[in-house]
């Protein structure tokens, strides 16, 4: 068995072991059965994304797959439900951490840019919605790209109606040690914003709306090699969506 050459699943499993145990703790409370470790749902969780299927469907795949058992070192199989749970009781926090602690191999140049884009609920059931009393909103994901090799640096979402002014301050503070230059289109054009990234040592390529031939020079003497790379925002949003689909079933949205 350990003759045959590794596939890349087994790879990203192993990558995302060394990952999980540099982001989370092993167990997530002292109080933990202790029969699975935290870092292994974190682990089975991303293999669930990687491989775009079911809990139940990874389950049973688990059970033909000794060396991804071994790899994240598995004594039982655990129940769909089971990851399911663990899943809701993950914070968003640790899922920020493990992508942060995945960009560090990456060589990121600080070129950044920020887009929004967003994700339809339509493929919910209206007699399900109904009878659950749900009010279906579309997603809102902003995603912060390093323009030099596509990496995603961080995600905000939402499912109220913020303007891209409003979100990407928040954005712009957490990953203020990463970006040496932040690129936006026009709905970012706001003063503030422009105020905040020069605070933190950044430098704003976010084009002015043209109300006037004052905005117009301005635009025009931008660095046009370096806001151009804004489009690898473009890039990765329609990769998203062409692997993983443009709505969310979920009913919990987050």
Same mark, same amino acid.
């Given at each position: 068995?350990?003759?045959?050459?590794?596939?890349?699943?087994?790879?990203?499993?192993?990558?995302?072991?060394?990952?999980?145990?540099?982001?989370?703790?092993?167990?997530?409370?002292?109080?933990?059965?202790?029969?699975?470790?935290?870092?292994?749902?974190?682990?089975?969780?991303?293999?669930?994304?990687?491989?775009?299927?079911?809990?139940?469907?990874?389950?049973?795949?688990?059970?033909?797959?000794?060396?991804?058992?071994?790899?994240?070192?598995?004594?039982?199989?655990?129940?769909?439900?089971?990851?399911?749970?663990?899943?809701?009781?993950?914070?968003?926090?640790?899922?920020?951490?493990?992508?942060?602690?995945?960009?560090?191999?990456?060589?990121?140049?600080?070129?950044?840019?920020?887009?929004?884009?967003?994700?339809?609920?339509?493929?919910?059931?209206?007699?399900?919605?109904?009878?659950?009393?749900?009010?279906?909103?579309?997603? +809102?994901?902003? @995603? !912060?790209?390093?323009?030099?090799?596509?990496?995603? $640096?961080?995600? /905000?979402?939402?499912? &109220?109606?913020? =303007?891209?002014?409003?979100?990407?301050?928040?954005?712009?503070?957490?990953?203020?040690?990463?970006?040496?230059?932040?690129?936006?289109?026009?709905?970012?054009?706001?003063? +503030?914003?422009? @105020? !905040?990234?020069?605070?933190?040592?950044?430098?704003? $390529?976010?084009? /002015?709306?043209?109300? &006037?031939?004052? =905005?117009?020079?301005?635009?025009?003497?931008?660095?046009?090699?370096?806001?151009?790379?804004?489009?690898?925002?473009?890039?990765?949003?329609?990769?998203?969506?062409?692997?993983?689909?443009?709505?969310?079933?979920?009913?919990?949205?987050?």
């Amino acid at each position: 068995m350990d003759a045959l050459p590794k596939p890349r699943l087994l790879q990203f499993v192993e990558r995302a072991v060394v990952l999980a145990r540099r982001a989370v703790t092993r167990f997530s409370t002292r109080y933990s059965q202790k029969r699975f470790t935290l870092r292994q749902h974190v682990v089975l969780l991303c293999l669930k994304v990687k491989k775009t299927t079911t809990y139940r469907d990874l389950v049973d795949e688990l059970i033909e797959m000794p060396r991804i058992r071994d790899a994240l070192d598995l004594d039982w199989i655990p129940v769909p439900s089971t990851l399911c749970k663990a899943f809701d009781r993950l914070e968003m926090a640790v899922w920020r951490v493990l992508l942060n602690v995945s960009l560090a191999d990456l060589p990121v140049n600080g070129v950044t840019g920020i887009d929004a884009s967003g994700f339809e609920r339509a493929h919910a059931s209206s007699h399900y919605t109904k009878r659950t009393n749900l009010s279906i909103q579309q997603l +809102k994901m902003t @995603l !912060l790209v390093d323009t030099a090799t596509n990496a995603v $640096l961080d995600i /905000h979402v939402t499912t &109220t109606r913020k =303007h891209d002014t409003q979100i990407a301050p928040q954005v712009v503070k957490r990953n203020a040690a990463s970006i040496t230059e932040l690129t936006g289109d026009k709905g970012y054009d706001d003063q +503030k914003l422009r @105020l !905040l990234a020069r605070d933190h040592g950044i430098r704003p $390529l976010i084009k /002015h709306r043209e109300f &006037t031939s004052l =905005h117009k020079a301005w635009n025009a003497r931008l660095d046009s090699d370096l806001y151009h790379r804004r489009n690898m925002n473009e890039t990765v949003n329609a990769a998203i969506k062409q692997k993983f689909g443009a709505y969310v079933r979920s009913r919990r949205w987050w």
